[in-house]
């Protein structure tokens, strides 16, 4: 069983800079045989794909509302993944999630097999 953390999330000026963490909890052995993800919400909203990073982070993949400004990283001896969030939009406000995939680097949904509960982010503008 894989259970994720994230934190980081807050309240931001437009234009400022977040950095969410994703870390495995004790429970969890690894993260470093999954591909992971980065997600958002709004409510009323699906969930959409924001970013993710292989298992061995050679790869990573962005959707095109971020590109150029977040940056996904892992960290392996500390079995966390990271979203670096810059130049942050309003239209960014959203809970973030971080998820795990077994088998692929996807950007869809039913790709991923774990989640984590989600942080909170708000851009004011």
């Known amino acids: 069983q894989v259970q994720l953390v994230e934190s980081g999330g807050g309240l931001v000026q437009a234009g400022g800079s977040l950095r969410l963490s994703c870390a495995a909890s004790e429970h969890t052995y690894t993260l470093n045989t999954y591909s992971m993800g980065w997600f958002r919400q709004t409510p009323g909203k699906e969930r959409e794909f924001v970013a993710a990073?292989?298992?061995?982070?050679?790869?990573?993949y962005y959707a095109d509302y971020v590109k150029g400004r977040f940056t996904i990283s892992r960290e392996y001896a500390k079995n966390t993944v990271y979203l670096q969030m810059n130049s942050l939009k309003a239209e960014d406000t959203a809970v973030y999630y971080c998820a795990a995939d077994i088998y692929g680097l996807g950007s869809s949904v039913n790709e991923y097999d774990y989640w984590g509960q989600g942080t909170q982010v708000t851009v004011s503008s």
């Open positions: 990073i292989s298992w061995s982070g050679a790869s990573t």
